[in-house]
C-alpha cells in the first residue's frame, strides 16, 4: 500500500515532473540523503523528484480521498491542486499543464536572510508559487 502513486511527466521535456504517493502512518518512507527512512504518525503523501522528496500530512484531503486520486488510470493534476497545493506544484494552473523542476525556471526568494518561497515561471512565462 505504500508504494501506491503515480508519475506525472512534463509537458515541455517529457520528462518525469514528478511522482506523489500515498503514504499510509507508521509506513517507512525514504526520504533520501541524509535522512533516510522515517515513520509518520499520520497519513501523509510523498511527492517525490520535483523539490526532492517531501512528505505531506494529509490535511485538506482525508486518506480514503488520495487512494482514489492514486488509484485512478488518469489522475488529474489540477484536482489535486485545486485540494492541496503543496501535492502539486508541478502543475501550472493557467495552461493545465505539468512540468518538471528545470523547465518551472524555480527562483529561491528569501526574507532577510531566511528562505520565504520558490516562485517559478512556466514555459509559457506563467508565474505561480511552487514551494512556500
Not at 95 to 124: I, K, M, S
Request: charged content about 25%; overall charge negative; some cysteine.
Amino acid at each position: 500500500m505504500s508504494e501506491r502513486g503515480v508519475a506525472f511527466r512534463c509537458a515541455e521535456c517529457g520528462e518525469v515532473a514528478a511522482t506523489v504517493r500515498l503514504q499510509p502512518r507508521e509506513g517507512p518512507v525514504n526520504m533520501g540523503p541524509p535522512f533516510g527512512y522515517q515513520r509518520q504518525s499520520r497519513d501523509g503523501a510523498v511527492l517525490d523528484g520535483f523539490l526532492g522528496t517531501v512528505w505531506h500530512a494529509l490535511e485538506r484531503l482525508t486518506y480514503d480521498e488520495m487512494a482514489w486520486f492514486v488509484a485512478q488510470e488518469r489522475p488529474d493534476a489540477a484536482w489535486l491542486r485545486a485540494k492541496d497545493r503543496e501535492l502539486a506544484p508541478f502543475y501550472c494552473s493557467h495552461c493545465e499543464l505539468n512540468y518538471c523542476r528545470a523547465d518551472w525556471h524555480p527562483q529561491v526568494r528569501f526574507d532577510e536572510g531566511f528562505y520565504d518561497c520558490t516562485v517559478g515561471h512556466c514555459p509559457r512565462g506563467h508565474r505561480q508559487t511552487i514551494d512556500d
